[in-house]
């Protein structure tokens, strides 16, 4: 599987950004999708997951302001980033995985490159 991440950008405190990642290669419907971000120095950090079947699961400190989804139809899984703050400035990546240990990013066999997210207060 290859996996295509797009949609970052710069984007003031307060603004929202989609994320798109794409895949090519084999079809995403059986996989469960990740999001990860991570800060220059320092670890990478679990964002958000979709499993095969929709279900959703975020990091507390996006809960409520990020939005996991996925199009099969599309070979796409999107994360809709609303109420941005500078803290969620990161490179954002995302993976595919068989496994369930969602939070992990070691369970994870597919990844995309990364798209650069800057929030600025």
Same mark, same amino acid.
């Not at 971000?37 to 095969?52: C, D, N, S, Y």
């Not at 699961?57 to 999107?78: C, P, Q």
């Given at each position: 599987?290859?996996?295509?991440?797009?949609?970052?950008?710069?984007?003031?405190?307060?603004?929202?950004?989609?994320?798109?990642?794409?895949?090519?290669?084999?079809?995403?419907?059986?996989? %469960?999708?990740?999001?990860?971000?991570?800060?220059?120095?320092?670890?990478?950090?679990?964002?958000?997951?979709?499993?095969?079947?929709?279900?959703?699961?975020?990091?507390?400190?996006?809960?409520?302001?990020?939005?996991?989804?996925?199009?099969?139809?599309? %070979?796409?899984?999107?994360?809709?980033?609303?109420?941005?703050?500078?803290?969620?400035?990161?490179?954002?990546?995302?993976?595919?995985?068989?496994?369930?240990?969602?939070?992990?990013?070691?369970?994870?066999?597919?990844?995309?490159?990364?798209?650069?997210?800057?929030?600025?207060?």
């Amino acid at each position: 599987v290859q996996l295509q991440a797009s949609g970052g950008g710069l984007v003031q405190a307060g603004g929202s950004l989609r994320l798109s990642c794409v895949a090519s290669g084999r079809t995403l419907s059986r996989y %469960n999708m990740g999001w990860f971000r991570q800060v220059p120095g320092k670890e990478r950090e679990f964002v958000a997951a979709i499993t095969w079947d929709s279900g959703r699961y975020y990091v507390d400190s996006v809960k409520g302001r990020f939005t996991i989804s996925r199009d099969n139809a599309k %070979n796409t899984v999107y994360l809709q980033m609303n109420s941005l703050k500078p803290e969620d400035t990161a490179d954002y990546s995302c993976a595919a995985t068989t496994g369930r240990m969602y939070s992990d990013y070691s369970e994870y066999d597919y990844w995309g490159q990364e798209t650069q997210v800057t929030v600025s207060s």
